[in-house]
């Protein structure tokens, strides 16, 4: 049987050492996004995919986002890659700004609201010094006398 649920799994969940393909549809009927979960990959080709909301068998296969797992190693070799910096302008603080959400994103943490406010008013066209004296406890936890 040839239909669109033989596209490649949005993500695979794994239940006692199994990997259980996900799909997502769109309900042509009821027009609602509807999760799939199958035993098998062989289940989805012998089985007819329903609307889990209304009952309904015409639907559309979604192509759903994907994410990529890096090692630590492989984000910050590439943030060490020169061209990296491309486009960057020290002297320009929106250029500034996109650098370090970049990095941020990069690294898949979050830097917390003082980051995001710094970043913010970059954004906002302020300077680096601008900032510095609005902000004059920025950083404030790594002055260079405190003792590890």
């Known amino acids: 049987m040839a239909n669109s649920s033989l596209l490649i799994p949005s993500l695979l969940v794994t239940l006692g050492g199994m990997a259980l393909p996900i799909y997502e549809y769109r309900c042509n009927e009821c027009r609602r996004r509807v999760t799939l979960y199958w035993r ?4 989805i080709e012998e089985t007819l995919p329903r609307c889990t909301f209304c009952g309904g068998e015409d639907l559309t296969r979604l192509v759903s986002r ?3 797992l890096r090692s630590e190693e492989s984000r910050l070799d590439d943030l060490a890659d020169p061209s990296s910096l491309a486009g960057l302008d ?3 603080p929106q ?5 370090m959400r970049k990095m941020s994103r990069e690294m898949g943490e979050d830097l917390g609201p003082e980051f995001d406010e710094v970043v913010d008013r970059l954004e906002a066209g302020q300077s680096p010094e601008e900032i510095e004296k609005v902000m ?3 950083g404030g936890d790594l002055g260079a ?3 590890f």
């Open 145 to 147: 006398g405190d003792e």
């Open 66 to 68: 994907v994410a990529v």
């Open 90 to 92: 020290e002297n320009d």
């Open 136 to 138: 004059p406890d920025l």
């Open 40 to 43: 098998s990959f062989s289940e």
């Open 95 to 99: 250029s500034m700004a996109r650098w």
